[in-house]
C-alpha cells in the first residue's frame, strides 16, 4: 500500500508525447487527493447544466455533453485497464482505441446526466482504490500502449489531466455562461 500519495509527476519516456498537456494541467502534488476532489467538481459542474443543453454540441462534428462525460468514462476505464495490467507485469503490448467510434457507439445521448454523473463517480471511486494499492515500485513500471511506452504512474496523471481537460472545454465551449 503506498504510505504516501505524492508521487512524482512522470518523466519524459514514460509517455507519449502528445499526453504532455494532461500531465501538465495536473499541478497537485497528490495526485490521487486531485481525483478524489474531481469527483465531487464535476457532479458540481453537471448540477449546473440546463436539461435542454445536456445534448448540446458546440458545433458540428463535436460531442455533446452527455457524450463528453461518456467519453470521460469510457478512456478512464481503458486508461485504467491499462495500468492494472501493466502493473501486474503484463508485457503485452496494448492497443489503442478509437474515441470517436467509442463515443458515437455508447448511446450516451439515451441516458439521464445524473445516471452518467453516478456513472462516472463509480468509475472514478475504483480507479482511485487501485491506484492506492500500487507501491512505488508499482508505479514506476513501464508497458506499451497505443506504441508507445508508458507507466502506471503516468496512467494516473493522464486520468486526472484528461478530466482536466475535457472539464475545461466543457466550461469554455458548452457551457460559457456558467463560468
Same mark, same amino acid.
Given at each position: 500500500?503506498?504510505?504516501?500519495?505524492?508521487?512524482?509527476?512522470?518523466?519524459?519516456? %514514460?509517455?507519449?508525447?502528445? /499526453?504532455?498537456?494532461?500531465?501538465?494541467?495536473?499541478? *497537485?502534488?497528490? @495526485? !490521487? #487527493?486531485?481525483?478524489?476532489?474531481?469527483?465531487?467538481?464535476?457532479?458540481?459542474?453537471?448540477?449546473?447544466?440546463?436539461?435542454?443543453?445536456?445534448?448540446?454540441?458546440?458545433?458540428?462534428?463535436?460531442?455533446?455533453?452527455?457524450?463528453?462525460?461518456?467519453?470521460?468514462?469510457?478512456? %478512464?476505464?481503458?486508461?485504467? /485497464?491499462?495500468?492494472?495490467?501493466?502493473?501486474?507485469? *503484463?508485457?503485452? @503490448? !496494448? #492497443?489503442?482505441?478509437?474515441?470517436?467510434?467509442?463515443?458515437?457507439?455508447?448511446?450516451?445521448?439515451?441516458?439521464?446526466?445524473?445516471?452518467?454523473?453516478?456513472?462516472?463517480?463509480?468509475?472514478?471511486?475504483?480507479?482511485?482504490?487501485?491506484?492506492?494499492?500500487?507501491?512505488?515500485?508499482?508505479?514506476?513500471?513501464?508497458?506499451?500502449?497505443?506504441?508507445?511506452?508508458?507507466?502506471?504512474?503516468?496512467? !494516473?496523471?493522464?486520468?486526472?489531466?484528461?478530466?482536466?481537460?475535457?472539464?475545461?472545454?466543457?466550461?469554455?465551449?458548452?457551457?460559457?455562461?456558467?463560468?
Amino acid at each position: 500500500m503506498i504510505m504516501t500519495t505524492r508521487i512524482e509527476k512522470p518523466k519524459p519516456g %514514460e509517455y507519449a508525447p502528445y /499526453y504532455q498537456p494532461y500531465i501538465d494541467k495536473v499541478q *497537485d502534488p497528490d @495526485p !490521487l #487527493h486531485l481525483m478524489k476532489s474531481q469527483i465531487m467538481d464535476l457532479q458540481a459542474l453537471l448540477s449546473e447544466i440546463p436539461a435542454e443543453k445536456e445534448e448540446f454540441a458546440y458545433a458540428k462534428n463535436k460531442w455533446t455533453i452527455k457524450q463528453l462525460i461518456g467519453h470521460i468514462i469510457d478512456a %478512464e476505464r481503458i486508461f485504467t /485497464y491499462r495500468a492494472l495490467r501493466i502493473a501486474r507485469g *503484463d508485457q503485452t @503490448p !496494448l #492497443h489503442g482505441f478509437e474515441e470517436n467510434d467509442y463515443a458515437a457507439s455508447g448511446r450516451f445521448n439515451e441516458r439521464s446526466l445524473p445516471d452518467l454523473g453516478h456513472e462516472y463517480a463509480v468509475v472514478r471511486e475504483s480507479t482511485v482504490a487501485l491506484f492506492k494499492s500500487f507501491d512505488a515500485e508499482t508505479l514506476l513500471r513501464t508497458g506499451m500502449a497505443n506504441n508507445n511506452t508508458v507507466s502506471v504512474r503516468a496512467i !494516473l496523471y493522464i486520468i486526472a489531466g484528461h478530466q482536466l481537460h475535457h472539464e475545461q472545454v466543457l466550461r469554455e465551449r458548452y457551457l460559457p455562461e456558467i463560468e
